[in-house]
């Protein structure tokens, strides 16, 4: 698949990234490189394959799942301590909307 | 090269984990004594090989007094990592130590929580002596993607240490920690401890907790051990493994007794050379160092038989577009809100996040999370995400056949000499390549343990790597540990 700068720009957008029109140039042709090297799995036969997921080795009968009891949690403050902006015991955040 | 003064400070830092635990169950050294030869040892050594990004030293010594006290008044018994202090990479948090995962945007970050691995090592009375380098967010494999400063290569200061743990393997090999933690994605505990001549060890996947490790590929990702032998190895894991209920990945067992199990019999263990893996790609000094370590297996009883990995090709392709995929969804929350580096640049909300962003990771790190939102962007996701994940199967397949065939699977750990500072940095594809042999671990959830089995004449190490089924690393490690012992290397001198 060949993917236009057009196209890397509207993914720099769903994640959240901007490139200047110089690194963006850079940045197809490492793109395009990577992407044609990914091609070769598609000559893998994988009919009737089922895909894995995880990492896990077993996966518990009972699940993953815990009693859903109440348990002391991190204080607010040491949450808060490491934020850019706090106040009055929330996150600040630049303004959402006018 | 710095000298330091004679005596004892530097024989200290020459013990291993076993004989520190040793001095120290026998009241021999004390906890201060040791933590003081290692704060010596870096002071000298770290300016050149730039392992640590943060070292502790009062609080430190502080927490070393007061076990070297109740060990004295009988308070307490001297765990397996009693007063010892390690190095642990920068991407596992301690409560209340800067944590930067060697980016930019969480440079000022002190994480309010524990990580369950840093927890167990400490409530064995295990120290934490500083935090290493590591290419950020642990993308790389050469530590030269640090936002900080790149790590050298305590054999030849011109070559990489490898990465992402590469802090860690360096700091271990360079003498400055007994030992440490690392954390292997798609070999970067491995392929590090190769490239410094150290061992390092990648669990099973839910061996040990994730909880507190800062997420890249969260279905890939293990937090294990790199240490000088196979012995020390075995006792850093024999503390940091075991069911976390914060973990819901954990896997339900309880930690083994992989110290004890170092002792037992190979005779008769049948080792797997995987074909795939001895082909043209591979140095040739490397095939031959491998070759005769599985010499040395068969002239103690061993048996050694070849296998086949079919799908080891493929494997590099699914690994990335399953990592990327993940490590783009995980990278999402640094948006500059909560915690982590904000823009300065007065914005409406996602300019912020954008800004931030920008600001905040590196170049390797937006490569990567690019390449995971296209792979799972609309209309895509079939043909990259779905295909490896399938693909994925295919290779754990490989590996359980393989397993019927084999006990332990050895091969490389890499099909190259640590490369020289600067040579893969500029092609992110070819340096995706050489990780070859180590990614496939990940995928199948498998653990591998790499270990020195040769010096170059030049003084440079090669390393090789053991693969067993799931949650046997006790009989990787026995393996590993007879192979110190029959193979007994001659280390040559650090080039610091």
């Known amino acids: ?98 | 090269m710095i000298n330091e003064p004679p005596g004892r400070p530097s024989e200290i830092c020459d013990l291993s984990i076993a004989q520190l635990h040793r001095e120290i169950q026998n009241r021999q050294l004390s906890s201060v004594e040791i933590v003081e030869a290692y704060l010596r040892r870096i002071r000298s050594r770290d300016p050149r090989i730039q392992a640590f990004i943060s070292v502790r030293a009062e609080t430190l010594l502080e927490e070393a007094r007061t076990l070297d006290r109740s060990l004295a008044l009988g308070n307490r018994e001297a765990g397996l990592l009693t007063g010892i202090p390690l190095a642990v990479k920068d991407n596992i948090v301690a409560r209340g130590i800067r944590t930067t995962c060697g980016s930019r945007i969480l440079e000022h970050y002190v994480p309010p929580y524990e990580s369950t691995a840093v927890a167990r090592l400490r409530a064995d009375g295990g120290l934490i002596l500083g935090k290493t380098n590591l290419d950020e967010f642990a993308m790389g494999s050469t530590t030269e993607n640090s936002g900080f400063f790149p790590t050298r290569n305590p054999w030849d200061l011109n070559r990489v240490p490898g990465g992402s743990s590469g802090g860690s393997a360096a700091a271990v090999a360079a003498l400055e920690a007994p030992g440490a933690l690392g954390s292997d994605t798609g070999g970067s505990i491995r392929q590090p401890a190769a490239f410094c001549g150290v061992v390092g060890l990648k669990p099973t996947y839910g061996r040990v907790s994730r909880y507190g490790l800062v997420a890249f590929a969260s279905s890939l990702d293990q937090i294990g051990p790199l240490a000088r032998t196979a012995r020390d190895a075995a006792m850093i894991l024999q503390v940091v493994s075991g069911h976390d209920p914060m973990d819901s990945t954990s896997a339900r067992r309880p930690a083994e007794d992989f110290v004890g199990g170092l002792e037992g019999d190979v005779r008769g263990l049948r080792i797997g050379l995987p074909a795939e893996w001895f082909s043209s790609g591979l140095d040739p000094r490397i095939d031959a160092a491998v070759r005769r370590a599985a010499a040395a297996l068969e002239a103690v009883g061993c048996e050694v038989v070849e296998v086949d990995l079919p799908h080891s090709e493929c494997a590099i392709a699914a690994y990335y577009i399953i990592a990327l995929a993940e490590a783009s969804s995980n990278l999402a929350r640094y948006d500059g809100m909560r915690y982590g580096h904000r823009s300065s640049r007065i914005g409406p909300l996602e300019e912020t996040y954008r800004n931030s962003r920008n600001e905040g990771f590196g170049d390797e790190v937006k490569r990567r999370i690019m390449i995971g939102t296209y792979v799972l962007s609309a209309g895509y996701y079939d043909a990259y995400y779905l295909k490896a994940s399938k693909v994925r199967t295919l290779i754990k397949e490989d590996y359980l056949r393989a397993f019927e065939q084999a006990d332990v699977l050895m091969g490389p750990t890499v099909p190259s000499l640590p490369f020289l500072q600067g040579d893969k940095i500029a092609d992110p594809l070819e340096m995706y390549l050489s990780d070859v042999y180590t990614v496939t671990a990940n995928l199948a959830g498998i653990p591998g343990v790499a270990t020195n089995c040769a010096y170059t004449p030049e003084g440079v190490p090669i390393g090789l790597q053991l693969l067993g089924p799931h949650f046997k690393e006790g009989r990787l490690l026995r393996v590993a540990h007879v192979l110190e012992q029959e193979l007994g290397l001659v280390k040559p001198a650090l080039a610091v």
Do not use: C, N, W
Not at chain 1, 3 to 18: D, F, N, S
Not at chain 1, 65 to 83: F, I, K, M, N
């Open chain 1, 1 to 98: 698949m060949s993917i236009t700068p057009k196209e890397v720009q509207r993914i720099a957008e769903l994640a959240h990234l901007e490139f200047s029109p110089d690194e963006l140039q850079r940045f197809v042709a490492q793109f395009q490189r990577i992407l044609d090297y990914f091609e070769q799995l598609q000559q893998v036969d994988t009919e009737g394959v089922a895909p894995t997921y995880h990492g896990l080795a077993e996966i518990p009968e009972e699940g993953a799942v815990r009693p859903d009891r109440t348990r002391p949690s991190l204080a607010p403050e040491a949450v808060l301590e490491g934020a850019p902006k706090a106040q009055k015991g929330y996150f600040g955040v630049p303004r959402v909307i006018d």
